[in-house]
């Protein structure tokens, strides 16, 4: 099946701890996107890619760190810069054409918490 | 500034009755537009998006939504409500002008069916 996942489902963080959320994608879609998600607030956009070996800040990218060295992969590191890491994160891909009509795709998110 | 208002953070409709979500977004020019519905500590996924054509779109599960330029709309309607319905909506847009794929979301609208 054809989809995004991302590993863990939950993630405990200790204070002062960087932790690695893991997005893969077998669509072959170019872009991916990592948004945090919080209660009443939508989701925000913290890091995206268009291509390999590329990517750009987002909204809230301070605290966060990424890399793409594959297509199918776009990991999300929360480092012990963010102080309010507690929150649903998203990843999502795409497609990527010039005429801007791409459609955002959702992995089924991680649950970071802090102990 | 560019934004993306869902007025209504949560609503409550019976079941079999008629559902409308009202989202407005503030942009110089029609952005794409999109519905997504996340069921509790789920993904997001894809209703329904208008990129151009038809104003009255289609989308999964029975919803549509018609965009209205001059109210800066896109509300998503459903003729009846089922329990499974029950969930939290998100209208977003993508700017035309940006090369980004961006997605901009309003704060969501949490929907309760009553048996």
């Known amino acids: 099946d054809g989809g995004i996942t991302q590993s863990p489902k939950y993630l405990f963080r200790k204070e002062g701890q960087n932790v690695t959320l893991s997005c893969e994608q077998n669509?072959?879609?170019?872009?991916m996107y990592w948004y945090r998600q919080d209660p009443g607030q939508g989701l925000r956009l913290i890091y995206y890619s268009q291509i390999v070996n590329d990517f750009q800040k987002g909204d809230i990218a301070e605290g966060y760190s990424v890399s793409r060295e594959k297509k199918e992969s776009f990991p999300l590191t929360v480092t012990s810069a963010q102080k309010n890491p507690t929150a649903f994160y998203l990843c999502?891909?795409?497609?990527?054409?010039?005429?801007?009509?791409?459609?955002?795709?959702f992995g089924p998110g991680t649950r970071l918490l802090v102990l | 500034a560019q934004s993306v208002t869902q007025p209504d953070i949560h609503i409550t409709v019976s079941e079999g009755a008629s559902l409308e979500l009202r989202c407005n977004y503030s942009y110089g020019a029609t952005p794409y537009l999109f519905w997504y519905v996340q069921s509790p500590g789920q993904g997001l996924q894809l209703l329904l998006k208008y990129f151009s054509g038809d104003t009255l779109v289609q989308g999964i599960k029975g919803f549509e939504a018609e965009f209205k330029r001059s109210q800066s709309s896109f509300n998503l309607r459903k003729p009846s409500v089922h329990w499974s319905d029950a969930a939290e909506y998100f209208c977003?847009?993508?700017?035309?002008?940006?090369?980004?794929?961006?997605?901009?979301f309003g704060q969501g609208t949490t929907l309760q069916v009553k048996p």
């Open positions: 999502a891909s795409s497609p990527w054409s010039t005429s801007g009509e791409e459609t955002q795709y």
């Open positions: 977003a847009v993508a700017p035309r002008s940006s090369n980004t794929g961006k997605l901009i």
């Open positions: 669509l072959n879609h170019d872009a």
